[in-house]
């Protein structure tokens, strides 16, 4: 009897020891440690965090939070530019005559309807029919990047018409850090 619960207590030390070591090598970093990014720029917080934060929705969080830029959004299987989504470039158009420091990534989205290679080419096609727009409105090219995430990066991961509207869209993301004038 004495082995085997000697053997119980050896092998619930080492179920222990197991949790402890895989609880300390998962933890994550404690808020306000600075980071290396891959600019050579030190960022607060968990590297990977800020690039998901940065490359996925709501990629410039002041801008977001404060509603300056707006997403120029697409009717079904669509890149071409109705009269609201000119007016959204119009407003975005104005707030980046108004901030002359920010660039922006024009990222291209699109429903989960269709294969990933299709969405990724569509959502290609409506971000650059709003890099196009731009430019003829007098937007220099220095200031704009051109992305698709296709189906990859939903607004809202619903399944339902009114999800896929939200969906189909171009957002306009960082560039780079900026600061927003109002």
Same mark, same amino acid.
């Given at each position: ?16 020891? &197991? ?8 933890? &994550?970093?404690? &808020?306000?440690?600075? $980071?290396? @990014?891959?600019?050579? =720029?030190?960022? +607060? @917080? ?10 996925? +929705? @709501? ?5 977001? =939070? ?40 024009? =990222? ?6 269709? $294969?990933?290679? #299709? ?11 709003? #890099?196009?727009?731009?430019? &003829? ?23 339902? =018409? ?21």
């Amino acid at each position: 009897m004495k082995l085997k619960v000697g053997r119980i207590n050896h092998c619930f030390l080492m179920i222990i020891m &197991s949790a402890i070591f895989l609880s300390v090598g998962c933890s &994550s970093k404690k &808020s306000g440690e600075m $980071t290396p @990014g891959q600019d050579g =720029e030190f960022y +607060e @917080g968990d590297l990977n965090a800020r690039q998901d934060s940065r490359f996925g +929705e @709501g990629s410039i969080p002041m801008a977001e =939070e404060d509603g300056i830029f707006r997403n120029v959004h697409f009717g079904f299987d669509s890149s071409t530019l109705d009269d609201r989504a000119r007016q959204e470039i119009e407003y975005n158009r104005q707030v980046l005559e108004s901030n002359p420091g920010l660039s922006v990534r024009l =990222e291209g989205h699109c429903d989960e309807r269709g $294969t990933a290679q #299709y969405n990724l080419a569509l959502g290609q096609k409506r971000a650059r029919a709003v #890099y196009d727009m731009l430019l &003829s409105l007098g937007v220099s090219p220095a200031r704009l990047e051109v992305i698709s995430y296709g189906a990859e990066v939903p607004l809202d991961p619903a399944s339902n =018409e009114m999800a896929w509207a939200k969906n189909r869209r171009v957002h306009f993301g960082s560039a780079g850090g900026v600061q927003i004038n109002r």
